[in-house]
């Protein structure tokens, strides 16, 4: 993903507990940095929570076929 220019970014606000933004600043831990990361990693999460619950049916299908049939690589492998 790409980086966010600066021009593109949004003021918000948030509420952390006292405690440990004080911690967080004797730390010298950058916020904005640190948010920018971790919602970036639950949209992904969400994303992939997502996409498996809207392909679920068609994944349970493919196990059938393959505990049915096996995979066409299974004559090839070598462990």
């Known amino acids: 993903m790409p980086k966010t220019s600066v021009k593109t ?5 948030v509420t952390v507990e006292p405690r440990l933004l004080q911690q967080a600043r004797e730390a010298g831990l950058n916020l904005s940095a640190i948010l920018t990361e971790a919602l970036r990693q ?6 992939a929570d997502n996409w498996k619950r809207e392909n679920s049916v068609g994944l349970k299908e493919l196990n059938r076929i393959t ?3 096996g995979l066409l690589s299974d004559e090839y492998r070598t462990f």
Request: zero cysteines; glycine letters at 0%; a neutral charge.
């Open 42 to 47: 639950e949209i992904r999460a969400a994303a």
């Open 9 to 13: 970014k949004k003021t918000v606000s």
């Open 67 to 69: 505990e049915e049939h």
